[in-house]
């Protein structure tokens, strides 16, 4: 059971988690979405969605499998996924390359 005095009982801060190692964060990073103008400041880490993206495909798991405590919420990481894909066109995603 996780101590709810950390992080105010809420979901872990992926700040620490190293993946995708820093090589393969700098091949992911430009793909990644663009914040929004305006509005507030974005609360996802975008590392640890696009570490979480990577983790799917390499696993071939289902989205509702993502394992909540180790990950950013699935239904952000599904929309990453799809700003992305968008943005990609028909270019396909393949984390062995990475």
């Known amino acids: 059971m996780p101590n709810s ?4 009982g809420h979901r872990p801060i992926y700040e620490s ?6 090589a393969a964060w700098a091949k992911l990073e430009p793909l990644g979405p663009e914040a929004s103008p305006g509005g507030r400041p ?3 880490d975008m590392r ?5 993206i990577l983790y799917l495909l390499r696993t071939a798991y289902r989205w509702r499998r993502l394992p909540r405590d180790s990950f950013p919420p699935r ?7 799809r700003k992305v894909q968008g943005a990609q066109g028909s270019a396909r995603w393949r984390p062995k390359a990475i």
């Open 75 to 81: 239904s952000t990481v599904y929309n990453i996924f």
């Open 17 to 22: 988690r190293r993946y995708p190692r820093d």
């Open 48 to 52: 640890a969605a696009m570490g979480s």
């Open 5 to 8: 005095d950390v992080n105010g």
């Open 42 to 44: 974005r609360k996802t």
